[in-house]
């Protein structure tokens, strides 16, 4: 079994083929579809080239089934949160940021938490104490 990646509150799959789906909408109010890698650290970006995003800009991220707003409220609101089912189907949230070309992932486990990206230093100490990294 592969990771698939699933919303946290319809736990419906997001991942289709070498896709993950977003419904995505931009400060200017459009809104469009998104498909990101799967791979962790991949930041292509695949989407129609008439749904323009700008590099810097906060696109807010929902789910394409429930229409959920995926931001990870308790954190930060530029981060994205949803659940990696790994290889084994256990569960993990995942973190990603939400602004346009900022690179950075974050997979929280029990005891530690993971991060990917060339920006990762840039949310890491939102993660709450009792972290290790
Ligand atoms: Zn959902």
Avoid: W
Avoid at 111 to 129: C, K, T
């Amino acid at each position: 079994m592969e990771n698939n990646y699933l919303c946290p509150k319809c736990q419906g799959q997001l991942k289709i083929k070498k896709s993950i789906v977003f419904s995505a909408k931009t400060p200017s109010g459009e809104k469009g579809l998104i498909f990101l890698s799967p791979k962790i650290g991949d930041y292509h970006v695949t989407k129609h080239p008439e749904f323009k995003i700008k590099e810097g800009e906060h696109t807010e991220l929902f789910c394409p089934i429930c229409h959920e707003n995926l931001e990870a409220k308790s954190l930060n609101k530029n981060l994205a949160k949803i659940i990696l089912k790994d290889k084994k189907g256990v569960k993990h949230d995942i973190l990603f940021s939400e602004i346009v070309g900022e690179k950075c992932t974050y997979i929280i486990y029990k005891n530690r938490v993971d991060s990917f990206g060339n920006d990762s230093d840039h949310y890491i100490n939102f993660f709450g104490e009792g972290s290790e990294f």
